[in-house]
């Protein structure tokens, strides 16, 4: 097994499936399949989930709600999600499986809150844990958070979930259909050219601490697990890497 204890963060499409918004069954199954089945090959794991399907940032420009304001309530639909897949998590593996939620801003009531050290703990004892509401800072997105908490809890790599895209390419595919897929880059390369399918911010961060990504489609059954058994599907974005082109 190449990487025994992984982040992997989902977008808020990833659970609302065809539909903007709300939730879709089929994709909830979908996420809960693929984490569990991880799990079963002994691969610690915690997820950031984005929260897109609840709430998102040009709806509030429309409303004239400033920024501030509209990142709290983006936090708050990371929460929604987080608690919507831990029952998820719980009722697919028939309760045997520990999923702990632990939000940046305090919401006592119905999950603890983040502290770095716990999280690990959870971590070793094999605990799948969600982390949510971001930084519980606003003008962060949950990209930033991801890479940040992966750094906190030692993992030792980013799985960034896309859907309908395969990979990082070298422009939008769905309206330039020159464009090429990057099998292998360096982070410096995304922060050159300006490309945007990951948040820049996290980008430098994970360059910084040298945290090796992959940025995937998560339509497959079994990508998450192939990537930590070696496989590279997608694009993986890591410290010195020359690139490759599809």
């Not at 605990?127 to 030792?156: K, M």
Request: net charge negative; charged share 20%; with cysteine.
């Amino acid at each position: 097994m190449r990487y025994s204890r992984v982040l992997l963060k989902l977008s808020g499409q990833a659970v609302s499936g065809s539909a903007d918004f709300g939730f879709d069954p089929e994709s909830l199954e979908h996420i809960a399949d693929q984490v569990l089945r991880l799990h079963r090959e002994g691969v610690e794991i915690s997820i950031v989930i984005g929260g897109g399907n609840i709430f998102r940032g040009n709806v509030a420009s429309q409303w004239g709600i400033e920024r501030a304001e509209a990142d709290n309530i983006g936090m708050m639909g990371t929460i929604i999600n987080s608690l919507m897949l831990r029952g998820v998590l719980t009722a697919s593996s028939d309760s045997e499986v520990e999923v702990r939620v632990m939000t940046a801003i305090p919401v006592n009531a119905v999950a603890e809150p983040f502290i770095r050290l716990r999280a690990i703990h959870h971590l070793e004892k094999g605990h799948i844990v969600i982390f949510a509401a971001g930084t519980g800072n606003p003008y962060v997105t949950t990209d930033y958070a991801a890479a940040q908490r992966a750094i906190e809890t030692r993992s030792q790599a980013l799985l960034v979930a896309k859907n309908q895209v395969r990979g990082i390419f070298t422009a939008d595919p769905r309206t330039q259909s020159s464009a090429r897929m990057y099998r292998r880059m360096s982070y410096d390369t995304i922060i050159r050219e300006n490309l945007t399918i990951v948040d820049q911010q996290s980008i430098i961060l994970a360059r910084d601490h040298r945290l090796p990504i992959h940025v995937f489609d998560f339509a497959a059954k079994t990508t998450v697990t192939r990537i930590c058994l070696g496989e590279d599907p997608g694009t993986f974005v890591g410290p010195d890497e020359e690139e490759v082109l599809e």
